[in-house]
């Protein structure tokens, strides 16, 4: 029997171009800022979005009416959407921001996606948000937390397992905590946030290393259809609220010693400053 | 490791082949290390500077194993005695002792050669390079390196990244290997195509030569022409004619844009029109065209070397190409680049006829080394499945796939191919450079086997008028099959030269030459 209209799942996957988590990152001399022009590609956290987005299509099959990806970022940031669209999704969602412009805020890019999410009532609406939990540029970990309180949606962030009941719009996930694993039952529409144990679990591959995207694919993704906007269209301002005062890089670690013998040690530490514990 | 030892005892059978040469080798009335001479040597020498197992020094003959043994674990030597000089004038002074008592020395670097090159072949000295590591001077204005032979060639790519500059050359065994014994043996490798080979590349040499002389050609120049280029008869020379101690080399402008796909062929035959395409559409910016036959990537996936394509990606697929692309380090090139890349792609997939099944484009820097991680980790993988018959040759392009199979069939016709006696015959290689390395890979190495592909396999590379050895040079194990690929005057000349360096045959004695 096929799933009616209202049982089918349209799949929002915000995805990140960053510094390639294999780059050395220099600091500008103006410590400001750190050096950009070198090698990008896509957040592995939203990396491991999309091959999630894929792989519960491939489950829920005729379920999942569409997975779109969408970017908040310059002009280049459109290739990052070419790689998800070779991963699977269907079509993408270009917000773009000049290449000069500064980068944008979690609560910013929060509100970019709750527009586009408006947006896209006209065309079903959204029924489930995965991105990643952070970005490795900033680390910030905020946006999807915040989306789904702007969206006033439940989230269940740093997820590792995500199951979907399509017909009873529900999903049952496993969350990564300090401790252990929490288990979620949600409704729909969510946000969901991923961490990296999801490919440990559901793919037997190696965590953050999703399929090699096949040429056959990366054609159909040239083809694949791109909306673009500006944060105007959606009538968001992405000026910083925050300022950087400075970044610098961690001090560079100084090398150890060698003692001879338990005396030599203790006059080391005499020395460095430190004192034994009253018994 | 048990597997070694039992290799050890089966390899220890003389072969046909070094009953002849321990007489040759007797001919030439080498002398054999002696407690003198270990005695001198660790006056010359800092204490961490000489392994013996003689006394004074009696080191446990286990840790001189590294030094006796070849990569392949296929040819043993019986030193006595590895000295690890830190200077060119240690090394003079090594080998002008050494003269004077004909005692034989083998040069060693990394000890990655496959072709026993760089083992002793009964107890002759082991000289080994790996103390003079330091780099000497670099110019990133004309790019070039100086730097001791005895530098490991991954450290001098890791050395000159921040430079945006690359190494000429690059191989699997980079992170052993040593720049001393790549000019020694003319290592090709995976960037020859685009880059040529090190006759090209190396601009100077310092040499300490048979006698102890040193010899200073460590020209930084691009260009000398005054007189005969005597730089050129060392690089390739295995050992045998002059230890290299010092290397000036030209590196390149590092390219920014660089991409990798690797593409399924549903046959071999394809292999040749995709190269045509491959330099038509991407001619500057083709970097590297390696070949895959389908049992070596099964093979590589098997031992985990790199990370394997998906299912439905390697079905169907007879063979494998590594096409990498390098454009220019600006901006723009690096869009040109992955244009013309997908250009070709784009070409080779909506064909009539199409010359490729799939095939799969790295996405980042991390894919682009899994990718490379599956054609450099071959050699690792068939050495890991068991043990392996290396031909390294040359021959035309279109006929790999014919030389790989008529091997396989004439081992099956001599009952050979199971799997207590030869498991797989492989074929993976420089494709672009017309260089295929035939794997043959037996369950232990046996004269039986041995004796079904030689000459077989080297009559059957003559017939197509191709090398016995494109790349992994002669050593030890081809010195009887020159003459498949050089002819009686050119070994006879090869032969005058080895006596006008060398009167007395100390370097490196038995191999190359037969």
Redesign the interface.
């Known amino acids: 029997m096929r799933p009616t209209a209202s049982r089918l799942l349209n799949i929002l996957v915000p995805v990140k171009r960053t510094i390639?988590?294999?780059?050395k990152i220099r600091v500008n001399p103006d410590q400001k800022g750190v050096d950009l022009s070198v090698?990008h590609?896509?957040n592995p956290f939203d990396e491991i979005a999309v091959e999630e987005a894929v792989r519960l299509r491939k489950k829920l099959k005729d379920a999942v009416k569409s997975i779109k990806v969408v970017t908040i970022g310059p002009s280049k940031s459109t290739e990052t959407l070419r790689?998800a669209l070779?991963m699977g999704a269907d079509s993408g969602i270009h917000v773009e921001i000049s290449d000069s412009a500064p980068p944008p805020e979690p609560l910013g890019v929060a509100k970019v996606l709750r527009a586009v999410i408006e947006k896209q009532k006209e065309s079903g609406g959204i029924d489930l948000v995965i991105l990643g939990k952070q970005a490795i540029d900033d680390d910030q970990g905020q946006t999807g937390q915040m989306l789904a309180g702007l969206l006033d949606w439940p989230q269940a962030t740093f997820a590792s397992k995500l199951v979907v009941n399509a017909e009873k719009r529900e999903a049952n996930i496993t969350r990564e905590i300090d401790g252990g694993l929490q288990e979620l039952k949600c409704k729909l529409p969510l946000v969901v946030t991923t961490d990296l144990r999801f490919h440990v679990l559901n793919a037997h591959i190696?965590p953050s290393?999703p399929?090699?995207?096949?040429?056959?694919n990366?054609?159909k993704a040239k083809k694949k259809p791109i909306e673009k906007f500006t944060p105007a269209d959606l009538g968001i301002d992405l000026t910083p609220r925050i300022e950087t005062v400075k970044i610098s890089e961690p001090p560079k670690r100084v090398g150890g010693g060698k003692v001879e013998n338990v005396d030599e040690l203790i006059a080391k530490l005499k020395e460095a400053g430190i004192t034994a514990v009253k018994a | 490791m048990l597997s070694r030892h039992l290799a050890h005892r089966i390899a220890l059978r003389p072969t046909a082949k070094a009953v002849r040469l321990a007489h040759s080798l007797s001919a030439l009335r080498l002398n054999t290390v002696n407690e003198q001479d270990v005695e001198h040597f660790s006056k010359i020498l800092p204490k961490t500077s000489v392994l013996s197992t003689l006394a004074p020094v009696s080191t446990a003959s286990s840790e001189l194993e590294i030094y006796n043994t070849d990569w392949i674990n296929k040819y043993h030597g019986k030193s006595t005695t590895v000295l690890r000089p830190r200077t060119t004038k240690e090394v003079s002074e090594i080998v002008k002792w050494c003269h004077e008592r004909r005692i034989g020395i083998v040069p060693q670097g990394g000890n990655t050669g496959l072709v026993g090159g760089s083992v002793p072949v009964n107890d002759e000295l082991v000289l080994s390079l790996g103390n003079m590591n330091k780099i000497r001077s670099f110019d990133p204005v004309s790019g070039i390196l100086v730097a001791d032979a005895g530098c490991i060639l991954e450290s001098l790519s890791e050395y000159l990244a921040p430079e945006n500059h690359i190494m000429p050359l690059d191989l699997g065994a980079k992170g052993s290997c040593q720049i001393g014994g790549n000019v020694a043996t003319n290592a090709g490798g995976l960037r020859l195509l685009r880059y040529g080979s090190l006759h090209g590349s190396v601009l100077g040499l310092e040499v300490v030569l048979p006698d102890g002389t040193i010899l200073d050609q460590l020209s930084v120049l691009r260009k000398d022409n005054t007189g005969y280029d005597l730089k050129q008869l060392f690089i390739g020379s295995e050992g045998t004619l002059g230890i290299i101690t010092g290397v000036s080399i030209l590196t390149a402008p590092a390219p920014n844009a660089s991409n990798n796909?690797i593409?399924a062929l549903p046959s071999f035959d394809n292999v040749k029109p995709l190269y045509q395409e491959a330099k038509r559409q991407l001619s500057e910016i083709l970097s590297a065209f390696e070949f895959i036959d389908r049992t070596a990537y099964d093979l590589a996936v098997k031992h985990g070397q790199g990370?394997a394509?998906?299912e439905?990606?390697v079905e169907g697929a007879e063979c494998f190409v590594l096409v990498e692309t390098s454009g220019g380090n600006r901006e723009h090139d690096e869009a040109a680049s992955i244009s013309k890349l997908n250009g070709l792609?784009?070409s080779l997939?909506e064909a009539d006829q199409p010359l490729?099944n799939?095939?799969?484009?790295?996405?980042?820097?991390?894919?682009f080394a899994q990718l490379w991680a599956i054609r450099e980790g071959l050699t690792e993988a068939v050495s890991k499945e068991g043990k392996a018959y290396k031909y390294d040759i040359s021959i035309p392009l279109g006929s790999f796939q014919e030389v790989v199979d008529t091997t396989r069939e004439h081992l099956r016709s001599k009952g050979l191919m199971r799997d207590d006696a030869v498991k797989y015959v492989v074929g993976y290689g420089h494709v672009g450079d017309g260089n295929l390395h035939l794997n043959v890979i037996a369950a232990a190495f046996t004269p039986e086997i041995e004796a079904a592909l030689e000459p077989f396999v080297y009559e059957l590379v003559s017939k197509y008028k191709g090398s016995v050895s494109a790349e992994h040079g002669i050593g030890l194990m081809k010195t009887h099959a020159l003459h498949y690929s050089k002819n009686a005057t050119s070994i006879e000349l090869m032969k005058r030269i080895k006596n006008l360096f060398d009167p007395h045959g100390i370097l490196n004695p038995g191999k190359v030459l037969p």
């Open positions: 390639d988590y294999a780059v090698k590609s896509m790689t070779a190696l290393e399929h090699y995207a096949s040429l056959p990366i054609m | 796909v593409l990370r394509l998906n439905e990606d792609l784009e997939l490729i799939t095939g799969v484009l790295s996405q980042s820097p991390a894919q």
